[in-house]
Protein backbone atom coordinates (compact mmCIF):
# COMPACT_ATOMS: atom_id res chain seq x y z
CA UNK A 1 0.00 0.00 0.00
CA UNK A 2 1.42 3.22 -0.21
CA UNK A 3 1.56 4.09 3.41
CA UNK A 4 1.48 2.11 7.04
CA UNK A 5 -1.97 1.10 7.55
CA UNK A 6 -2.71 0.05 11.17
CA UNK A 7 -5.77 -0.90 12.65
CA UNK A 8 -7.95 -0.87 14.83
CA UNK A 9 -7.13 3.37 15.09
CA UNK A 10 -9.18 3.26 18.53
CA UNK A 11 -9.49 0.34 20.89
CA UNK A 12 -11.26 0.20 24.19
CA UNK A 13 -11.26 -2.80 26.11
CA UNK A 14 -12.26 -4.19 29.62
CA UNK A 15 -9.01 -5.19 31.97
CA UNK A 16 -8.22 -8.92 31.81
CA UNK A 17 -9.42 -8.74 28.08
CA UNK A 18 -6.81 -10.07 25.01
CA UNK A 19 -6.43 -7.79 22.30
CA UNK A 20 -4.89 -7.96 18.68
CA UNK A 21 -3.45 -4.46 17.01
CA UNK A 22 -2.44 -4.98 13.03
CA UNK A 23 0.16 -3.45 11.16
CA UNK A 24 0.33 -3.80 7.27
CA UNK A 25 3.70 -1.93 5.91
CA UNK A 26 4.46 -0.48 2.78
CA UNK A 27 4.93 -2.81 0.30
CA UNK A 28 8.52 -4.17 0.09
CA UNK A 29 9.60 -2.82 3.13
CA UNK A 30 10.94 -5.92 4.81
CA UNK A 31 12.24 -4.14 8.43
CA UNK A 32 8.64 -3.37 10.82
CA UNK A 33 8.85 -1.72 14.12
CA UNK A 34 6.55 -1.43 17.37
CA UNK A 35 6.83 1.36 19.39
CA UNK A 36 4.43 2.44 22.41
CA UNK A 37 3.84 6.09 23.42
CA UNK A 38 2.29 6.66 26.39
CA UNK A 39 0.69 10.24 28.05
CA UNK A 40 3.78 12.61 28.81
CA UNK A 41 6.36 9.20 27.65
CA UNK A 42 8.48 9.35 24.43
CA UNK A 43 7.95 6.54 21.76
CA UNK A 44 9.59 3.23 23.72
CA UNK A 45 10.84 0.75 21.57
CA UNK A 46 8.99 -3.03 21.73
CA UNK A 47 10.17 -4.93 19.33
CA UNK A 48 11.28 -5.22 15.78
CA UNK A 49 10.76 -7.47 12.59
CA UNK A 50 13.22 -8.19 9.69
CA UNK A 51 11.09 -10.37 7.56
CA UNK A 52 9.29 -13.00 9.80
CA UNK A 53 12.10 -12.98 12.46
CA UNK A 54 12.37 -10.91 15.23
CA UNK A 55 16.03 -10.15 16.18
CA UNK A 56 14.86 -7.64 18.71
CA UNK A 57 12.39 -8.12 21.16
CA UNK A 58 13.54 -6.43 23.85
CA UNK A 59 11.23 -3.86 24.64
CA UNK A 60 8.26 -6.14 25.21
CA UNK A 61 7.15 -4.78 29.04
CA UNK A 62 6.43 -8.31 30.16
CA UNK A 63 5.17 -11.90 28.74
CA UNK A 64 1.93 -11.03 28.30
CA UNK A 65 2.73 -8.66 25.29
CA UNK A 66 3.92 -11.38 21.67
CA UNK A 67 3.86 -10.38 18.29
CA UNK A 68 4.47 -12.23 15.01
CA UNK A 69 4.99 -11.72 11.00
CA UNK A 70 3.67 -13.51 8.72
CA UNK A 71 4.66 -13.41 4.82
CA UNK A 72 6.97 -10.90 5.55
CA UNK A 73 4.24 -8.65 5.57
CA UNK A 74 1.76 -8.13 8.28
CA UNK A 75 2.37 -8.23 11.74
CA UNK A 76 0.02 -8.58 14.75
CA UNK A 77 1.03 -7.33 18.29
CA UNK A 78 -1.25 -9.18 20.90
CA UNK A 79 -1.68 -8.00 24.50
CA UNK A 80 -3.10 -10.81 26.73
CA UNK A 81 -5.00 -9.91 30.05
CA UNK A 82 -4.88 -6.39 29.70
CA UNK A 83 -3.90 -4.08 32.58
CA UNK A 84 -4.73 -0.51 32.74
CA UNK A 85 -1.17 0.91 32.73
CA UNK A 86 -1.00 -0.93 28.85
CA UNK A 87 -3.58 1.92 27.73
CA UNK A 88 -1.46 4.08 25.10
CA UNK A 89 -0.90 4.95 21.55
CA UNK A 90 0.76 2.12 20.01
CA UNK A 91 2.78 3.04 16.56
CA UNK A 92 4.14 0.69 13.73
CA UNK A 93 6.64 1.90 11.41
CA UNK A 94 8.55 -0.08 8.96
CA UNK A 95 11.67 0.48 6.75
CA UNK A 96 13.64 -1.32 3.38
CA UNK A 97 15.28 -3.18 5.11
CA UNK A 98 17.58 -2.02 8.63
CA UNK A 99 18.07 1.24 7.18
CA UNK A 100 19.65 4.32 8.24
CA UNK A 101 17.30 6.65 6.26
CA UNK A 102 14.40 6.74 8.96
CA UNK A 103 10.79 4.90 8.99
CA UNK A 104 7.50 5.34 7.62
CA UNK A 105 5.00 5.46 10.27
CA UNK A 106 1.24 4.49 10.95
CA UNK A 107 -1.04 6.61 12.46
CA UNK A 108 -1.20 4.46 15.52
CA UNK A 109 -4.14 2.36 17.65
CA UNK A 110 -5.16 4.01 20.75
CA UNK A 111 -5.59 1.29 23.30
CA UNK A 112 -7.75 2.47 26.47
CA UNK A 113 -7.96 -0.77 28.81
CA UNK A 114 -10.97 0.24 31.32
CA UNK B 1 22.74 2.73 27.97
CA UNK B 2 20.60 4.21 25.26
CA UNK B 3 19.18 7.66 26.34
CA UNK B 4 17.89 10.53 24.34
CA UNK B 5 16.96 13.53 26.34
CA UNK B 6 14.71 16.76 25.09
CA UNK B 7 12.81 19.54 26.67
CA UNK B 8 9.57 18.92 26.99
CA UNK B 9 7.51 22.15 26.23
CA UNK B 10 8.63 25.39 23.95
CA UNK B 11 6.59 28.32 22.89
CA UNK B 12 6.98 30.94 20.64
CA UNK B 13 5.52 33.48 18.65
CA UNK B 14 4.90 33.38 14.92
CA UNK B 15 7.46 34.72 12.66
CA UNK B 16 10.34 33.64 15.38
CA UNK B 17 13.01 31.35 15.34
CA UNK B 18 11.96 28.29 17.57
CA UNK B 19 15.18 26.25 18.50
CA UNK B 20 14.44 22.72 20.02
CA UNK B 21 17.76 20.92 21.46
CA UNK B 22 18.33 17.23 22.08
CA UNK B 23 21.25 15.38 23.68
CA UNK B 24 22.28 11.55 23.02
CA UNK B 25 24.47 9.01 24.05
CA UNK B 26 25.45 6.41 21.91
CA UNK B 27 28.31 8.22 20.07
CA UNK B 28 28.77 5.18 17.64
CA UNK B 29 25.12 7.12 16.07
CA UNK B 30 25.99 6.78 12.36
CA UNK B 31 22.96 9.15 11.82
CA UNK B 32 20.64 11.40 13.78
CA UNK B 33 16.85 12.32 12.80
CA UNK B 34 14.37 15.04 13.34
CA UNK B 35 10.27 13.37 13.66
CA UNK B 36 7.18 15.59 13.81
CA UNK B 37 3.92 14.64 14.90
CA UNK B 38 0.72 16.03 14.92
CA UNK B 39 -2.15 15.89 17.01
CA UNK B 40 -3.62 12.62 16.22
CA UNK B 41 -1.14 11.13 13.14
CA UNK B 42 2.12 9.15 13.11
CA UNK B 43 5.20 10.05 13.24
CA UNK B 44 6.59 12.27 10.20
CA UNK B 45 10.11 12.11 9.26
CA UNK B 46 11.56 16.27 9.11
CA UNK B 47 15.21 15.54 8.30
CA UNK B 48 18.03 13.54 9.23
CA UNK B 49 22.02 14.66 9.54
CA UNK B 50 24.86 12.05 9.03
CA UNK B 51 27.18 12.10 11.94
CA UNK B 52 30.12 13.58 10.02
CA UNK B 53 28.30 16.53 9.48
CA UNK B 54 27.99 19.44 11.57
CA UNK B 55 24.71 21.09 9.86
CA UNK B 56 21.84 20.58 7.48
CA UNK B 57 19.85 23.22 6.15
CA UNK B 58 16.70 22.65 4.65
CA UNK B 59 14.38 25.63 3.21
CA UNK B 60 13.25 26.70 7.29
CA UNK B 61 15.21 23.89 8.74
CA UNK B 62 18.42 24.13 10.33
CA UNK B 63 19.84 20.53 12.01
CA UNK B 64 23.61 21.59 14.38
CA UNK B 65 25.48 18.65 15.33
CA UNK B 66 27.88 18.86 18.25
CA UNK B 67 29.42 15.09 18.18
CA UNK B 68 31.66 16.49 21.11
CA UNK B 69 28.75 17.05 23.30
CA UNK B 70 26.30 14.65 21.72
CA UNK B 71 24.52 17.83 21.20
CA UNK B 72 22.04 17.86 17.88
CA UNK B 73 19.52 21.12 17.62
CA UNK B 74 16.66 21.83 15.12
CA UNK B 75 16.08 25.39 14.34
CA UNK B 76 12.74 26.36 12.19
CA UNK B 77 12.91 29.96 10.65
CA UNK B 78 9.31 31.98 10.42
CA UNK B 79 7.67 29.53 12.75
CA UNK B 80 4.33 29.39 11.59
CA UNK B 81 1.15 28.33 13.24
CA UNK B 82 1.40 24.58 11.35
CA UNK B 83 4.65 23.93 13.06
CA UNK B 84 2.58 23.48 16.13
CA UNK B 85 3.58 19.89 17.28
CA UNK B 86 5.52 17.36 19.05
CA UNK B 87 9.03 16.82 17.90
CA UNK B 88 11.35 14.17 18.62
CA UNK B 89 15.28 13.43 18.13
CA UNK B 90 16.15 10.16 17.78
CA UNK B 91 19.32 8.29 17.22
CA UNK B 92 19.83 4.72 15.26
CA UNK B 93 21.55 1.81 17.13
CA UNK B 94 22.68 -0.83 15.82
CA UNK B 95 19.29 -1.86 14.38
CA UNK B 96 16.49 0.59 15.76
CA UNK B 97 15.61 3.98 16.53
CA UNK B 98 15.51 5.31 19.77
CA UNK B 99 13.42 8.30 20.38
CA UNK B 100 13.47 11.48 22.80
CA UNK B 101 10.93 12.38 24.82
CA UNK B 102 9.40 14.75 22.60
CA UNK B 103 9.28 18.69 22.72
CA UNK B 104 5.53 20.36 22.44
CA UNK B 105 6.31 23.03 20.21
CA UNK B 106 3.77 25.83 20.58
CA UNK B 107 2.85 28.43 18.53
CA UNK B 108 1.01 32.04 19.34
CA UNK B 109 0.27 35.00 17.12
Known amino acids: GAGVSQSPSNKVTEKGKDVELRCDPI?????LYWYRQSLGQGLEFLIY????????KSGLPSDRFSAERTGGSVSTLTIQRTQQEDSAVYLC????????????FGSGTRLTVV | GEDVEQSLFLSVREGDSSVINCTYT??????LYWYKQEPGAGLQLLTY?????DMKQDQRLTVLLNKKDKHLSLRIADTQTGDSAIYFC?????????FGTGTRLQVFP
Open chain 1, 49 to 56: FQGNSAPD
Open chain 1, 27 to 31: SGHTA
Open chain 2, 90 to 98: AEITTDKLI
Open chain 2, 26 to 31: DSSSTY
Open chain 2, 49 to 53: IFSNM
Open chain 1, 93 to 104: ASSYEVTNYGYT
